[in-house]
């Protein structure tokens, strides 16, 4: 291990600036150590869409968020994903041809009064989709300041594809659940009871495996053996679970909340088990666990490790960079128009 880490730290200082390597929070720390930047989702896009002088940008995250950075990078940066099995199971439930499909379902009840709007979990494709049709891109930085813009624009959205950030971000902002259906695109249908000119958001059946692991009986638990403790998660947490805790948001939310939290305070987290653990390391002087006592790693983010880094490291040095993540042309263009409309908003 120590040679590997020597080795990296090595290729490192040789590029200097022409390497840069940003982390997701939710990378293990044999990784995060080499950081240039850590982040969520919106700040590790923002970061990729300013940095001008890096040759190489070695991606530290899932296959998404290594798409979005190489569409907002210059076409001559060349970004690398160390494993390309790190995916992301949330991004692959919604394809392109069933987003096709859907639409088609969508507009012929519903006509021009839809709006797309993806989480940034997504692929290239779906990112597209939706700026092609004058959507966006959400993160869940943003995805409440982006929900209120969306229907500016028209009557109702789409919202891709995680079912749950679109349910309690739209529900935060007053649309009440009577007002939301879901799209199955597995049965190719709506799951609703009422009369479907009535509903405002159509939420996309998909989920996040890591977060939907996060109960209303871990939390009843908690209540019940530690009553003074407050309870945060992530909104990719189901409705019931959101609503049951004291406090929601992103990654950055939950660091930054506990990061400004009294010393002596206590706190069960809902989110990924590499982020939560790091959590409890830097605050030793506050009583931290996870709101499942049995950890829920995100086991794609986890593909990403020491030996993977390096081995991507090593072959820019050899100057035949492996892994590269390149969305093609024409995908790029319209993906970025989702994208932009999201950075011009945040
Ligand atoms: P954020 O980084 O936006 O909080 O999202 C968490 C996540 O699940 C990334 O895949
Ligand atoms: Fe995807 Fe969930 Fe892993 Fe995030 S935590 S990368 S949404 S599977």
Same mark, same amino acid.
């Given at each position: 291990?120590k040679?590997m880490?020597?080795r &990296?730290?090595?290729?490192? #200082?040789?590029?200097?600036e022409k390497l840069f390597?940003p982390c997701?929070?939710y990378?293990?720390?044999?990784v995060?150590?080499?950081?240039?930047a850590t982040?969520?989702s919106l700040k590790?896009?923002?970061l990729?869409?300013?940095?001008e002088?890096?040759?190489y940008?070695?991606?530290?995250? =899932?296959?998404f968020?290594a798409?979005?950075?190489d $569409?907002?990078t210059?076409?001559d940066?060349i970004?690398?994903?160390?494993d390309?099995?790190?995916?992301?199971s949330? +991004?692959?439930?919604?394809?392109? &041809?069933?987003?096709e499909?859907a639409?088609k379902?969508i507009?012929?009840?519903y006509?021009?009064t839809?709006l797309?709007?993806?989480?940034?979990?997504s692929t290239?494709?779906?990112?597209a989709?939706?700026?092609r049709?004058?959507?966006?891109?959400v993160?869940?930085s943003n +995805?409440k300041?982006?929900? /209120?813009?969306?229907f500016?624009?028209?009557?109702?959205?789409l919202?891709l594809?995680?079912?749950? @950030?679109?349910?309690?971000?739209?529900?935060?902002?007053?649309?009440p659940?009577?007002q939301?259906a879901v799209w199955?695109?597995i049965a190719?249908?709506?799951?609703?009871d009422?009369?479907l000119?009535?509903v405002? =958001?159509?939420?996309w059946k998909?989920?996040?495996s =890591?977060?939907?692991?996060?109960?209303?009986e871990?939390?009843a638990?908690i209540r019940?053996?530690?009553?003074?403790?407050?309870i945060?998660?992530?909104?990719?947490c189901?409705y019931?679970?959101v609503?049951?805790?004291d406090?929601n948001g992103?990654?950055?939310? $939950?660091?930054n909340?506990i990061?400004?939290a009294?010393?002596g305070?206590?706190?069960?987290?809902g989110t990924e088990m590499?982020l939560?653990k #790091? $959590?409890i390391?830097e605050?030793p002087?506050?009583?931290? &666990?996870?709101?499942?006592?049995?950890m829920?790693?995100?086991?794609t983010m986890n593909r $990403?490790?020491?030996?993977h880094?390096?081995w991507?490291?090593?072959?820019i040095?050899?100057n /035949?960079?492996?892994n590269?993540?390149?969305?093609s042309?024409?995908?790029?263009?319209?993906?970025?128009?989702? @994208?932009?409309k999201?950075?011009q908003h =945040?």
């Open positions: 291990v040679e880490e020597e &990296v730290w090595e290729i490192k #200082r040789a590029f200097g390597l997701h929070h990378q293990k720390d044999e995060v150590q080499f950081a240039d982040g969520d590790l896009a923002q990729a869409a300013e940095n002088k890096a040759e940008i070695v991606f530290c995250g =899932v296959h968020m798409e979005t950075a $569409i907002l210059r076409e940066q970004v690398i994903l160390p390309m099995r790190a995916g992301c949330m +991004a692959d439930m919604a394809d392109i &041809v069933q987003t499909k639409w379902a507009q012929e009840i006509g021009d839809v797309p709007i993806t989480y940034i979990n290239a494709a779906i990112k989709f939706c700026g049709h004058g959507g966006a891109t993160t869940s +995805a300041k982006m929900i /209120e813009w969306a500016t624009q028209k009557e109702r959205l919202f594809p995680d079912q749950h @950030l679109g349910r309690n971000t739209a529900y935060s902002l007053g649309i659940l009577e939301m199955d695109p190719e249908t709506f799951e609703y009422g009369d000119q009535d405002k =958001v159509i939420l998909g989920h996040c =890591v977060h939907e692991n996060f109960t209303v871990n939390i638990e019940k053996t530690k009553p003074d403790m407050n945060i998660v992530h909104p990719e189901t019931e679970v609503q049951a805790s406090y992103s990654t950055n939310y $939950i660091i909340t990061k400004n009294p010393s305070s206590k706190w069960a987290i590499n939560v #790091r $959590i390391a605050h002087d506050k009583e931290i &666990v996870s709101l499942n006592p049995h829920c790693p995100c086991l $990403i490790d020491l030996p880094l390096l991507a490291l090593e072959s040095e050899k /035949e960079p492996l590269e993540i390149k969305v042309k024409d995908i790029a263009k319209e993906a970025m128009l989702a @994208l932009n999201m950075l =945040v």
